[in-house]
């Protein structure tokens, strides 16, 4: 645990996982206590906010038991756009604030879902293997074609999601010279003209059947958990990629599992999984799934998005304890 202090008398922030972001805080202009523990498990979070004002979370839990329990708590501060590790409605009848962060992985979040596609579409962790394995230097002609390579372009990108995310990956996608394809919802939107030009609108059914990359880009609610499952994979193309940077649950993991072993669909990239850390295993971290990558939930991680996120945590504070909260999720 780090602390510091610039009043007796000053509010009392709490950060519970400190060690999940790898950035600079700026320090808050007005006076303050401020404590910093690395990381928190459940049974110690009600001990460690005893007395705080504000709390700040990354991905520890903060549910009605725990803030039944903490009177004094006024503010939470969520490090991340996700709020499903704090229980809103029990917020809003404690009468406590939440903000989260916005739009700060505009960038990271995207360029992470194009690296999968493009090492996917192009089997480079096949043929690096290979290589690695003295393949390439055992072949008769200057190079070797095992693994079916297909082009970003002329393809179709399916988006389930087209909030800041989906929209920047979607110009991403025009940039390849990718066609659009969005879920008919989308439509009455008013999204930019120039970037969903020639777009298609299609019903879920649809664009299963029609795109080359799926990429989701939406929270994780009741409604959406398990939208894609085994329906939905026996309905895509053969040659077909998913691909999820929003949250683990969004998937069937043992579903996925089952599609990627029989070859049903052409591949995967997922940076979620339905538990995190997956310390009790996890379908997909099964040796040997077919054209699969999964990363440890590192698309937003920039250090750019990283420096971002900790400057918006800070003025989602000060503009709290200013009397002019924003970003207000309640």
Not at 160 to 189: P, T, Y
């Amino acid at each position: 645990m780090t602390s510091f202090t610039t009043s007796a008398s000053s509010p009392t922030i709490v950060f519970l996982d400190r060690g999940s972001l790898d950035a600079d805080l700026p320090v808050p202009s007005m006076a303050h206590t401020w404590l910093n523990y690395d990381y928190s498990e459940s049974h110690n979070v009600v001990s460690r906010l005893k007395g705080a004002t504000i709390a700040v979370t990354n991905k520890v839990r903060l549910d009605a038991d725990i803030l039944s329990a903490l009177p004094d708590l006024k503010m939470i501060a969520i490090a991340a756009t996700g709020s499903n590790v704090v229980d809103l409605d029990a917020c809003q009848r404690l009468n406590i604030r939440v903000t989260n962060i916005r739009g700060y992985a505009r960038a990271a979040v995207p360029e992470h879902t194009f690296a999968l596609i493009l090492a996917l579409r192009r089997q480079l962790i096949n043929y690096h293997q290979d290589v690695m394995n003295g393949k390439w230097q055992t072949s008769q002609h200057f190079c070797f074609l095992d693994y079916p390579i297909h082009d970003l372009s002329a393809s179709t990108l399916g988006l389930i999601g087209f909030g800041d995310l989906g929209q920047a990956v979607a110009r991403l996608g025009k940039a390849f010279g990718m066609k659009l394809c969005l879920l008919e919802r989308e439509r009455s939107k008013n999204h930019d003209s120039e970037l969903v030009a020639g777009a298609m609108y299609v019903s879920m059914d649809e664009m299963l059947t029609c795109a080359d990359v799926i990429s989701l880009h939406v929270p994780l609610t009741p409604a959406t958990k398990h939208m894609i499952s085994t329906d939905q994979l026996n309905r895509m193309k053969p040659t077909a990629l998913l691909i999820n940077t929003a949250r683990g649950s969004l998937v069937d993991e043992h579903a996925l599992a089952e599609a990627l072993r029989s070859r049903r669909i052409g591949g995967a990239g997922f940076d979620v999984l339905s538990t995190e850390p997956p310390k009790d295993g996890n379908p997909l971290l099964e040796q040997g799934l077919p054209n699969f990558i999964l990363t440890p939930h590192i698309a937003w991680a920039s250090q750019e998005a990283m420096q971002t996120l900790a400057d918006q945590l800070i003025a989602n504070i000060e503009a709290y304890l200013n009397g002019k909260p924003c970003h207000l999720l309640c």
